[in-house]
């Protein structure tokens, strides 16, 4: 038998896209305030909490508490109104198939996001009643690459990270899922989730055969 028993999915770019949102809605809250924001900046976000992406933003500039706070709610006021147009076919291709076959095999699974919009952005894709748990920004003090969020959904599982397989897009993610010992496939490319244990394009065509497969043979 095999000793996988559970799946932790990461949210922003694995079981949807939002990056292009987050990006929109910074956009909006730099352009507002005269500093410079790409979608190559927008890359470097990927899987970091809100506070530390307009660290980044900011580009070592100071601003007093009160600023930042400011800053961070527009951001996410903004955020807020682009999440009105998400609808269930948001999903990423391949996601819900995944879930299905997950549960039919008895796997338990869970979402481990920085978010802490997670909630909201699961209603409108309507997943919220496919998990065992959901971990989000609100879930746990230290985001990632610290592994708290992820251990938090683990424990709410019953499951040792050493069972469960984490799915993730994020630098950030990957680094935070093994320092912790759990299991890990990154969806993206190389340069960015390079680290992972397994590697592919999208959760498309996953099916719970293949990761057990893959993991029965690192074991
Ligand atoms: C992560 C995204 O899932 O959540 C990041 O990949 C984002 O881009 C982070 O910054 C925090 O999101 P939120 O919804 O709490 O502002
Ligand atoms: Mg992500």
Redesign the pocket.
Same mark, same amino acid.
């Given at each position: 038998m095999t000793a996988i028993q559970g799946f932790i999915f990461? =949210?922003? @770019?694995v079981l949807t896209e939002? %990056?292009e949102f987050?990006y929109l809605s910074w956009r909006q809250l730099a352009d507002e305030e005269g500093l410079s924001f790409t979608r190559e900046d927008?890359e470097q =976000?990927? @899987?970091?909490?809100?506070r530390? %992406?307009l660290m980044k933003l900011l580009k070592g500039k100071t601003l007093p508490e009160d600023t930042i706070q400011d800053y961070?709610y527009r951001?996410?006021a903004y955020?807020h109104q682009h999440l009105q147009t998400m609808t269930p076919d948001d999903c990423l291709p391949g996601v819900r198939e995944l879930i299905d076959d997950a549960l039919a095999n008895n796997l338990k699974i869970g979402v481990g996001?920085?978010?802490?919009?997670?909630l909201p952005?699961l209603e409108k894709l309507e997943l919220v009643d496919r998990f065992n748990i959901i971990g989000?920004?609100n879930s746990v003090k230290n985001?990632k690459p610290a592994p708290d969020v992820f251990l938090w959904v683990a424990g709410g599982l019953r499951i040792a990270p050493k069972n469960i397989v984490v799915f993730e897009?994020?630098e950030a993610g990957i680094e935070a899922a093994k320092i912790a010992g759990f299991n890990t496939i990154g969806i993206g490319s190389p340069d960015i989730v390079g680290e992972a244990d397994k590697l592919v394009p999208s959760l498309q065509g996953i099916t719970v055969d293949k990761v057990l497969q893959f993991f029965a043979q690192q074991a």
């Open positions: 990461d =949210l922003d @770019g939002t %990056s987050h927008n =976000l990927r @899987g970091i909490s809100r530390e %992406s961070m951001k996410n955020y996001s920085a978010s802490r919009n997670a952005v989000d920004g985001s897009d994020a």
